[in-house]
């Protein structure tokens, strides 16, 4: 890239790091994994460059080569590498009920599989519509809305359905 467009890049990058981030730790739930997934994609970018600047949503085109560099990344056989015996043990939570609450919600969404998981938070962190979220994953409509199903069905099971259901019907007797 010698003529302006490097500089176009390279502004368009700085700006976008922070919500690729997001997208990728929110995906990944690991930061190292999150930074991996955000420096593929933008070095994807770089190299489609020209053809990815003249895409009428630039910002969709590149949460899409996101997404799928998510999906894919279990394929490949790096992914599977485990540098140490164990996983090292977690911080403890902080006082914040809020922060365990991620914690537990992101721990269940971590066993959902990979395509349910890149579903739900598009659909719900994003609150990206059906369509555009089919869009992204390639996949018709009905396919976005079966997976958000057993997505949601996998996490209630996941997170305790008799915990849910009683908080609902408890704080719908109190009124």
Do not use: N
């Not at 997404?67 to 599977?80: F, G, I, K, S």
């Amino acid at each position: 890239m010698r003529d302006g467009s490097e500089e176009e890049y390279v502004d368009y990058v700085t700006a976008r790091i922070p919500a690729l981030r997001r997208l990728a730790y929110l995906l990944a739930g690991d930061e190292h994994r999150a930074d991996d997934l955000v420096q593929q994609t933008i070095t994807t970018l770089y190299v489609k460059w020209r053809r990815a600047c003249t895409a009428t949503h630039l910002d969709r085109y590149v949460r899409t080569m996101l997404v799928r560099a998510y999906l894919d990344e279990r394929r490949l056989a790096w992914a599977r590498v485990r540098l140490v015996r164990e996983t090292p043990e977690r911080t403890a939570p902080g006082q914040d009920a809020g922060v365990e609450d991620r914690q537990v919600l992101r721990a269940a969404l971590a066993q959902v599989p990979r395509r349910q998981q890149a579903v739900l938070v598009l659909r719900f962190f994003y609150d990206l519509p059906v369509d555009e979220v089919a869009a992204t994953l390639g996949c018709t409509s009905g396919t976005v809305k079966s997976q958000t199903s057993r997505g949601l069905a996998t996490l209630r099971r996941l997170l305790g359905e008799r915990e849910l259901a009683g908080a609902t019907y408890e704080g719908s007797r109190s009124r």
